[in-house]
């Protein structure tokens, strides 16, 4: 296989400055409206890029599960490589690769801590096999096995066998404050439309069309 011949003929869609909302997030959400309606597989699934103290970048999927005009949040363990680095250096970035719409975002900004409440409210709407599947693992941390993580699992399933499961201290939510917000379309002769939604010294949405 020669994978130079790999290609992909963008023809779908296009974008142009008359189509676009002023606010990113009003855009945004119009896409991944879109995006959902396409019925594309996990449409909230977004590349996750954060740097160690050592300007090491590192990336993972994780999952949108809210967004509003503050930013986008999604939940992890604290203990984790992603929440160690965010502590020490917040600033990150998101990529929503919608490649069934021949569509990127990519979202750079700063990430911080969602309040408890609003940490527990996400948690008690998750399934209870979710809920104890929070206590189970150290994210990140080395195991030896999976017959480990099962028998922490079923450890925690006799723990919490009857009533509500609490909110573990080690879990919850980050919000991705926005500073820039790109959109991409693929176009003919990967000549793409892209544009950049960024903050000047008000606070409102500057939009520039970028070179593809």
């Excluded at 977004?46 to 949040?73: A, H």
Aim: proline share 6%; hydrophobic share 35%; net charge negative.
């Amino acid at each position: 296989m020669d994978i130079g011949d790999l290609r992909e003929h963008y023809t779908r869609a296009e974008l142009d400055e008359g189509g676009l909302a002023e606010d990113p997030l009003v855009q945004f959400e119009r896409w991944f409206k879109e995006a959902c309606d396409a019925e594309l597989p996990e449409p909230n699934a977004m590349c996750l890029s954060t740097v160690s103290p050592e300007g090491q970048p590192s990336s993972r999927t994780v999952l949108l599960k809210s967004f509003d005009g503050e930013g986008f949040v999604f939940y992890t363990n604290y203990g984790s490589r992603k929440a160690k680095e965010m502590e020490v250096n917040s600033r990150v970035s998101l990529l929503f690769p919608w490649l069934g719409l021949e569509r990127q975002v990519i979202v750079s900004g700063r990430a911080e801590r969602v309040s408890t409440a609003e940490s527990l409210k996400y948690f008690l709407s998750r399934p209870r096999g979710s809920q104890i599947g929070a206590w189970v693992s150290r994210q990140s941390s080395v195991v030896t096995s999976r017959s480990l993580i099962e028998a922490k699992l079923d450890e925690m399933k006799r723990k919490f066998a009857e009533g509500e499961v609490p909110l573990p201290s080690f879990w919850g939510g980050y919000r991705v404050v926005p500073a820039t917000i790109e959109f991409w379309q693929g176009r003919p002769s990967r000549l793409h439309d892209r544009f950049l939604y960024s903050r000047d010294e008000e606070r409102d949405w500057r939009i520039e069309r970028l070179a593809p």
